[in-house]
C-alpha cells in the first residue's frame, strides 16, 4: 500500500496537474514567477548553510518571488551590536569584477537593510543602506578599506513586491564574505535588538 501511494505522488509530481495547481497559487497570491538565479560564483535561494550573527533564520517562511514558499527571514535577537546571516565564497579574484545581488523584503518591525562584502580577512568592506519603505538606496555603496574599487549599487522595486538589489566592484583575493543585514533606521548597523524584527531575503548571487 505504501509503495502504491508513493507511485501516485511520484505520478502527480511529474503530472500536468500540478503545473495547473502551481498556476493557481500564483493567480491566487498574486504573484508573478521570477526564477532563482544560476550559474554564477555562487548561487543560494534559501540562504540555506549561512552562518548567524546575532540573529536567528527562519525559512520556508513566505512565497518567494519563484511562487514558492521557499524565502528565508533573518530575525534579530536582543544583542546590542549587528545582527545578520553571512556566508564565506571562495573564489579566485584577480582584479575582477562582481556582482553580488538578491531580493528583499521586509518582515516584522520597521528595520531596513544593508547587503555587504568583504574580502576575505574582513578588513575591507563594501555595503549599501537600502530602504525597505520605498525600494531605495538610502546611501552608497560605501567602502572601508582600500580592497574594492569601482563600486556600483541598485534597488529596484519588482512587480512581485520584493525589491532586488545589486552591489558591485572589483576586488583581488582569494574569497569574499557576503552578509545579509538588519539596519535600524537609516545608517545604524549596530542597535539593540528586539527579538523579533527582521528582513526576509531570497535568490542570493555572486558572480
Known amino acids: 500500500m505504501k509503495l502504491k501511494w508513493l507511485t501516485l505522488v511520484v505520478l ?16 491566487a497570491t498574486g504573484c508573478v514567477a521570477t526564477n532563482a538565479p544560476t550559474g554564477g560564483i555562487y548561487d543560494n535561494a534559501t540562504l540555506s548553510g ?7 533564520l527562519s525559512t520556508n ?11 528565508s527571514t533573518v530575525v ?27 531580493y528583499l523584503q521586509r518582515g516584522v518591525g520597521t ?6 562584502v568583504s574580502n576575505s580577512t574582513v578588513s575591507s568592506t563594501l555595503y549599501v543602506y537600502i530602504s525597505l519603505d520605498s525600494c531605495t538606496v538610502i546611501s552608497g555603496p560605501t567602502t572601508t578599506g582600500a580592497a ?8 529596484t522595486l519588482q512587480s512581485n513586491g520584493w525589491c532586488k ?4 566592484g572589483t576586488i583581488t583575493d582569494t ?4 552578509a545579509a543585514n538588519l539596519l535600524s533606521g537609516t545608517s545604524t548597523k549596530s542597535y539593540t535588538g528586539d527579538g523579533s524584527s527582521s528582513v526576509s531575503y531570497w535568490g542570493i548571487d555572486l558572480r
Open 165 to 168: 538589489f545589486t552591489l558591485g
Open 76 to 102: 534579530e535577537d536582543i544583542t546590542t551590536n549587528t545582527h545578520a546571516a553571512y556566508v564565506q565564497v571562495t573564489h579566485t579574484f584577480t582584479a575582477a569584477a562582481f556582482t553580488f545581488s538578491g
Open 111 to 116: 528595520r531596513n537593510a544593508w547587503p555587504e
Open 61 to 71: 517562511q513566505l512565497i518567494a518571488p519563484d511562487c514558492t514558499e521557499t524565502a
Open 12 to 27: 502527480f509530481l511529474a503530472s500536468p496537474a500540478l503545473s495547473y495547481w502551481q498556476s493557481r497559487l500564483q493567480v
Open 50 to 56: 549561512w552562518a548567524l550573527s546575532n540573529a536567528t
Open 148 to 155: 574594492f574599487t569601482l563600486t556600483s549599487a541598485t534597488a
Open 175 to 178: 574569497s569574499v564574505f557576503l
